[in-house]
Structure formats: C-alpha cells, structure tokens
C-alpha cells in the first residue's frame, strides 16, 4: 500500500499492466483519462490524450477500456503496454475528472496496478480530496530503464478540458458535439463501447511529481513539447449523443401463430461440441456484424477500440501436439494489432487449467496479447478468474474471464439504452440475445448453484452445517456469484450500474467474504445480498431463509423530518398505492426500541396501528416482502436461482421503484411591508 509521494518499482518481468481508477460513496460521474508525457512533462501531440472519446494512444500503448460498477463503487480500467511505450515517454499521469460536484463528494479514491491475472502490484487509496473537479490519482513513469509506480494525489479546480490544457492538449469544444469528431477521426477512434452502453467513461491524466495545486498553474515549464503539433481543429472532450435504433417490426403476417425466421436456430442443437461451435460461430458472427457489440465485448478482454475479425478453430502447434482454441480474436487499430485466443464453454462445461495453460504458451510464442475464457461461470467478483493457473506463464500474456451473462448483459444494454442507431445492426443483435436466451444454446445466464447445494441446504434445515465446511464455503461462493449476476440483470433492465454491495474488507479478499458467508448460513441460515440501485429511495436487500424456505426483498427509505407521525405514515402511505397488501411495513421511531410493523392492508384500512401508543417520532420505514423459495439447484422454474431472481425483480418493480425520498418544501416567501418607494410609485 503506498502512501501520498511514494514510489514502487513493477516487476522486471511484467510488460502489460491494467491501472484501475475507483471510487466510493457516490453516484457521481467519474470521467479518466492518461496523458502520455516527455521529459517536459507535456503531450507530444494531441494523440497523447486518451479517453473515452480518444480510446487509445496512436501508438497502441496506452487504452481506455471503460468504466463500470463495483461492490464498493465504480472503476475506469486503463491499459498500458509497458513494452510499447514510446522511448520520449517518460511519464503516464493517471487522473479524473468530473462536470460537475468535486471529488470531496466521492468519498474514498484508489489506484490500483495490476497484472495480466487481476494481481495487484501496487496500491494507492486516499480520502483527502475537499472542492477539485480533477484529480490526479498517480503516474507510472521510467527512470533508468525501470517502470516505476507513484502515488500523487493533487487535484485542481479545471475539470477535464482544462486538465487537458494544462499538459498541452489543444481543446476545441465548439463545434456540434453529436457531428464533430477527434483530430484522427478514423471510424475505429470513437468512444469505447463500453462507455456508450453504460452512459459513464473514466479519464485520467498524466502528472509530473512537482504539479501545482493551482487551477492555472501549468503541470510544468511551459516549454514546447519536442516534435511541433498539427495544429487542427483541437480534441472535443464533449461527449457524443447516445443514439438508439428503431426495432424491425413483421407486420404482414396473417395470423399471431406465425413465426419469422430466425437469424441464429436452436434446430439440431445438441450438447457438449455441437453446442459450443454454434454459440461460439453466433458470437463471433454478430461481433462482425454489429460494431458497437464487438466493442463492449472487446473491452472487457481489454482490447482497444478498433475493427473487429474473428475466426474459429484455429489450430496451432504446440511441440509434437496441435492445439485448437474456439476462436481466434483479432482487433486492428491504425499500425497496432490485438490478438486473443477464446476458450468457450457452454452448459455445465468446465474449464480446464491445463487447457489454459496450453493456450498461454501459444499466446507467448505468437506474441499475442491475451487469452480469454467464456463460460457460464460468473465471477463473485470482477477481475477473478474460475480457475487458477501458473503465474508465471501470465508474465507476457493476460487472461481475463467473461461469463455468458456479461455478454448477454452487453446486449441488453446497447438494445434497450441506445448504443445502435442502424435498425439492422439491432435486429441482428436481437436474434443473437434470442439465440442465447434459448435453452438448447448452452449459455445460461446463471442456473447452477453447483454439486453441493442440496447437501448444504439439507445440512441448514438439520442444524448441522457448519462454517468451516468446505462445502459450505464453495456454496457460499456461488451465492456471491449469484448475488453479482443479479445486479447485471438489473443493470441492463435499467440501463443504470447496479451494485453489489459487500464489505469493504471483503471486496479483495474472496477467502474471508466466501468465509463471512457461510458462517452467516451455519448460523442463522440466510444468504443475503445488498443491491444499489441509482435514484432509488434505499438499497434492495435480498435474503434467502433455507430454513423457511422464503425469499424476503427489503429496502428502508428515511421519513420526513417534519410534521406528525401520521402525517409522515400518510407520505409513505400515497407513494404504496399500487403495492400488494402482504408488503409488510414496519415504523422505526426515535426512541430506540420502539418500532411497529403491520401488513399494508391492516395499514391503509387503518394508519393508526403503526402510530397510537408510540413514544417519539418516525425516523423512517422498512417495506418488506416475502416469496416462496425454490429448492432445486438448477434448471427448472423450481429452482432456487429461478426464485431469487423472479422475487428481486418482483419486489423492485412493485415497492422500490415506485419510492421517492423525501424532499422539503422549499421555503416560502413572507410577505414584505411595502417600502416608501412603492408607496411613492403607487400613488
């Protein structure tokens, strides 16, 4: 962990780091960006400014990937390929900026580096920002050919375009910012897929040790950068109008039973290899076929922005043996060339640590970038991977993790929340996402809580599970993995980052959260997860009861801080209208102790249940539901996925959406005495 102004040397052997920008607390809007400096601590073109509307550096060394929701928060992800950094690069200043509020708002800020297996190589975490609108979080930067990390933490009141400025990026914001386009305006330098799909991008900028804390002081001397600009229209950091496209209506049809063909057809589908060539040749296919798609999923891989190819069943050499991944990925950008090679499974498949392994070494030897797995395997947390491998074999390629249901999760987004203006383009996306919803198709969102559910859930009903049984602990996992897979459900239903919400001493410590977990399951029997939801009144909490076999979905909103308790009842009472009467609602008063809790039905026939007899004031009401619990571990309407699922989904549409904070009346104006003047005019 470094402190503010400390440096740490990376490992010789690491080439390719991700550095990941984050933030707690808030729900504002945190825009990164890198600079690449020379040794005068200014860009050497605009070029050098990378962003979510500039997502990569001309030489291919430095990308934005986007940014997206955490457990604790929110992060940008930027990629540095240490080896290619330009020799005149001598610093990446890492920053963020926001429109409007200040980084004070945002509670706890943190850089981290990591490597290509999510291990963390450096850390930097500070609460000492108060009124910047930028923010410098740290630099990586070469001294005597050794790649080092510094924790900076200075801001400055600019925000991103005067951030830009002051490191001798030219900003020219005026043009129409829906047609206007970057200096290198060829179709792969628009903004990152994943920036468009989730409405939000990350910035950071870059830094010299001795930058001011001054708005308009310059980050260094103000000498010229080394190779003179091309002076052109200057970079436009306003950010482009989202645009959607119209769905492909059949209207010509004679009677509702007909059906349009299918672009992508379950018919004939089996299991095992059949079933993985289809999902695999239908990804890949629709990747070609619709750009933005291809983008959102690239960047989760850490690809740059660029044109898209796939191509499948590839064999390679490995020794005296052949090896054949599902799909080679390749993304051209300019002179530089990404390349990924995808292992994918489908169903219940799993995957296999020596077959990863195989495909590091042929990642190595090619001198490609990453291999990536696909599986219906959801991480409990992003960045961790299903299956250990050997690390050293990740020195010089990444491997990085995607689920069915993050790749389902992108093409919601870009369907429902705009992303795709080309009608065709969003047809062909919505045969894919029909394609995958199917059963047959093998890629399950998440339907499995895993071989040991039924032996632990039968051990809770006995009294007999115990913490530290393993079984319970990988059970426990999987719950956590559920509790994520919920959030990117409601994430691309709502087309707003939805959070898991764990610990913070949890969020890098799988072992002690998976542990956390089934202690609270061998103890009270209950899972429980905590989804944020944006603009909403309170959290969602979702509690699993094996013991009563009940799904319970809570959430709590703060009553108003003035008038009455009825009149505070009477607030929550006219927001509940449309809410099912079994909804219990409980009343928590300001003596401690003191709380009531009736059905909604008892209340609205009469308030005064939850009120007569109580000592103090209502500070505020907890709204709680409960649903029937299914057992069985997967695949069917029964099981207990199902049931989760169908419950949190229920008791969002029904209770939490239609919540309101409360807000006070503004105040009113007294009436003034008239002035003499007024008395003059008036006469």
Same mark, same amino acid.
């Given at each position: 962990?470094?402190?503010?102004?400390?440096?740490?040397?990376?490992?010789?052997?690491?080439?390719?780091?991700?550095?990941?920008?984050?933030?707690?607390?808030?729900?504002?809007?945190?825009?990164?960006?890198?600079?690449?400096?020379?040794?005068?601590?200014?860009?050497?073109?605009?070029?050098?400014?990378?962003?979510?509307?500039?997502?990569?550096?001309?030489?291919?060394?430095?990308?934005?990937?986007?940014?997206?929701?955490?457990?604790?928060?929110?992060?940008?992800?930027?990629?540095?390929?240490?080896?290619?950094?330009?020799?005149?690069?001598?610093?990446?200043?890492?920053?963020?900026?926001?429109?409007?509020g200040s980084f004070g708002d945002l509670g706890k800020l943190a850089l981290r580096v990591v490597d290509g297996a999510g291990h963390t190589l450096a850390e930097y975490v500070t609460a000492d920002a108060t009124t910047e609108s930028a923010f410098v979080f740290g630099e990586v930067y070469r001294r005597n050919g050794e790649w080092k990390v510094r924790a900076v933490g200075q801001g400055w009141e600019s925000g991103l375009a005067g951030l830009a400025t002051d490191f001798g990026v030219d900003i020219d914001n005026d043009t129409d910012p829906e047609l206007a386009a970057t200096p290198d305006d060829s179709s792969d330098h628009g903004e990152s897929a994943e920036a468009v799909a989730h409405g939000s991008a990350g910035d950071a900028t870059q830094l010299v040790p001795e930058l001011p804390t001054t708005p308009a002081a310059p980050a260094a001397p103000a000498a010229p950068a080394a190779p003179a600009k091309a002076k052109t229209r200057g970079v436009r950091t306003a950010k482009r109008i989202v645009k959607k496209?119209?769905?492909?209506?059949?209207?010509?049809?004679?009677?509702?039973?007909?059906?349009?063909?299918?672009?992508?057809?379950?018919?004939?589908?089996?299991?095992?290899?059949?079933?993985?060539?289809?999902?695999?040749?239908?990804?890949?296919?629709?990747?070609?076929?619709?750009?933005?798609?291809?983008?959102?999923?690239?960047?989760?891989?850490?690809?740059?922005?660029?044109?898209?190819?796939?191509?499948?069943?590839?064999?390679?050499?490995? *020794?005296?043996? !052949?090896?054949?991944?599902? &799909?080679?990925?390749? +993304? $051209?950008?300019?002179?530089? #060339?990404?390349?990924? %090679?995808?292992?994918?499974?489908?169903?219940?498949?799993?995957?296999?640590?020596?077959?990863?392994?195989?495909?590091?070494?042929?990642?190595?030897?090619?001198?490609?970038?990453?291999?990536?797995?696909?599986?219906?395997?959801?991480?409990?947390?992003?960045?961790?991977?299903?299956?250990?491998?050997?690390?050293?074999?990740?020195?010089?390629?990444?491997?990085?993790?995607?689920?069915?249901?993050?790749?389902?999760?992108?093409?919601?987004?870009?369907?429902?929340?705009?992303?795709?203006?080309?009608?065709?383009?969003?047809?062909?996306?919505?045969?894919?996402?029909?394609?995958?919803?199917?059963?047959?198709?093998?890629?399950?969102?998440?339907?499995?809580?895993?071989?040991?559910?039924?032996?632990?859930?039968?051990?809770?009903?006995?009294?007999?599970?115990?913490? *530290?049984?393993? !079984?319970?602990?990988?059970? &426990?996992?999987?719950? +956590? $993995?559920?509790?994520?897979? #919920?959030?990117?459900? %409601?994430?691309?239903?709502?087309?707003?980052?939805?959070?898991?919400?764990?610990?913070?001493?949890?969020?890098?410590?799988?072992?002690?959260?998976?542990?956390?977990?089934?202690?609270?399951?061998?103890?009270?029997?209950?899972?429980?997860?905590?989804?944020?939801?944006?603009?909403?009144?309170?959290?969602?909490?979702?509690?699993?009861?094996?013991?009563?076999?009940?799904?319970?979905?809570?959430?709590?909103?703060?009553?108003?801080?003035?008038?009455?308790?009825?009149?505070?009842?009477?607030?929550?009472?006219?927001?509940?209208?449309?809410?099912?009467?079994?909804?219990?609602?409980?009343?928590?008063?300001?003596?401690?102790?003191?709380?009531?809790?009736?059905?909604?039905?008892?209340?609205?026939?009469?308030?005064?249940?939850?009120?007569?007899?109580?000592?103090?004031?209502?500070?505020?009401?907890?709204?709680?539901?409960?649903?029937?619990?299914?057992?069985?571990?997967?695949?069917?309407?029964?099981?207990?996925?199902?049931?989760?699922?169908?419950?949190?989904?229920?008791?969002?549409?029904?209770?939490?959406?239609?919540?309101?904070?409360?807000?006070?009346?503004?105040?009113?104006?007294?009436?003034?005495?008239?002035?003499?003047?007024?008395?003059?005019?008036?006469?």
């Amino acid at each position: 962990m470094l402190s503010k102004g400390q440096n740490l040397s990376l490992p010789a052997d690491v080439e390719q780091v991700d550095v990941v920008l984050g933030w707690t607390e808030s729900d504002v809007e945190v825009d990164a960006s890198a600079l690449l400096l020379n040794a005068d601590g200014k860009v050497r073109s605009d070029a050098d400014f990378v962003f979510y509307n500039q997502p990569e550096s001309s030489d291919g060394s430095i990308r934005f990937l986007g940014t997206s929701g955490t457990e604790e928060g929110a992060q940008a992800r930027i990629a540095i390929d240490l080896s290619a950094v330009p020799e005149d690069v001598h610093t990446v200043a890492l920053a963020g900026s926001i429109g409007s509020g200040s980084f004070g708002d945002l509670g706890k800020l943190a850089l981290r580096v990591v490597d290509g297996a999510g291990h963390t190589l450096a850390e930097y975490v500070t609460a000492d920002a108060t009124t910047e609108s930028a923010f410098v979080f740290g630099e990586v930067y070469r001294r005597n050919g050794e790649w080092k990390v510094r924790a900076v933490g200075q801001g400055w009141e600019s925000g991103l375009a005067g951030l830009a400025t002051d490191f001798g990026v030219d900003i020219d914001n005026d043009t129409d910012p829906e047609l206007a386009a970057t200096p290198d305006d060829s179709s792969d330098h628009g903004e990152s897929a994943e920036a468009v799909a989730h409405g939000s991008a990350g910035d950071a900028t870059q830094l010299v040790p001795e930058l001011p804390t001054t708005p308009a002081a310059p980050a260094a001397p103000a000498a010229p950068a080394a190779p003179a600009k091309a002076k052109t229209r200057g970079v436009r950091t306003a950010k482009r109008i989202v645009k959607k496209s119209k769905p492909v209506e059949f209207v010509l049809a004679e009677h509702d039973t007909w059906q349009p063909a299918r672009l992508f057809s379950v018919i004939g589908v089996g299991t095992g290899e059949e079933q993985e060539r289809r999902a695999t040749s239908a990804l890949i296919a629709t990747m070609q076929a619709v750009r933005p798609f291809a983008r959102a999923v690239c960047a989760r891989m850490g690809a740059p922005a660029g044109a898209f190819e796939g191509y499948v069943e590839v064999a390679y050499e490995r *020794g005296e043996t !052949k090896v054949i991944p599902d &799909a080679v990925l390749k +993304v $051209s950008r300019g002179s530089r #060339l990404w390349t990924g %090679l995808l292992e994918v499974k489908t169903g219940n498949g799993k995957l296999k640590k020596e077959q990863l392994e195989n495909y590091l070494d042929v990642a190595r030897k090619n001198k490609y970038d990453v291999v990536v797995s696909l599986s219906n395997d959801v991480p409990a947390s992003a960045g961790e991977l299903p299956v250990e491998v050997d690390r050293r074999k990740l020195a010089k390629v990444a491997l990085r993790h995607l689920s069915w249901a993050e790749v389902g999760h992108e093409a919601r987004m870009l369907l429902s929340h705009g992303g795709i203006d080309d009608d065709l383009q969003a047809w062909i996306l919505a045969e894919f996402l029909r394609y995958l919803d199917h059963p047959r198709s093998g890629a399950a969102e998440f339907v499995d809580m895993g071989r040991h559910w039924v032996t632990v859930r039968d051990a809770v009903t006995a009294g007999t599970l115990r913490a *530290g049984d393993q !079984k319970a602990v990988a059970v &426990a996992d999987t719950w +956590v $993995s559920l509790s994520r897979h #919920l959030a990117l459900r %409601l994430t691309a239903e709502l087309g707003v980052t939805v959070k898991h919400i764990l610990p913070r001493r949890h969020g890098s410590d799988p072992a002690a959260r998976n542990a956390a977990v089934a202690e609270r399951l061998a103890t009270d029997g209950v899972f429980e997860a905590v989804l944020r939801i944006p603009e909403t009144a309170g959290d969602l909490g979702v509690i699993a009861d094996v013991r009563t076999n009940k799904i319970r979905c809570r959430t709590s909103v703060e009553a108003p801080n003035e008038g009455t308790s009825g009149r505070r009842l009477s607030w929550l009472l006219r927001q509940l209208k449309d809410v099912p009467g079994d909804v219990q609602v409980e009343a928590v008063y300001s003596e401690r102790g003191n709380e009531a809790c009736e059905h909604l039905d008892a209340v609205r026939a009469d308030p005064k249940v939850l009120t007569d007899g109580r000592a103090g004031e209502i500070v505020s009401f907890s709204l709680e539901q409960s649903f029937p619990m299914g057992g069985r571990r997967s695949g069917t309407a029964a099981s207990f996925i199902t049931s989760v699922t169908s419950s949190t989904e229920a008791f969002y549409g029904t209770v939490v959406q239609q919540l309101r904070e409360w807000v006070p009346a503004a105040p009113k104006q007294t009436e003034q005495p008239r002035t003499d003047t007024a008395e003059a005019e008036g006469d």
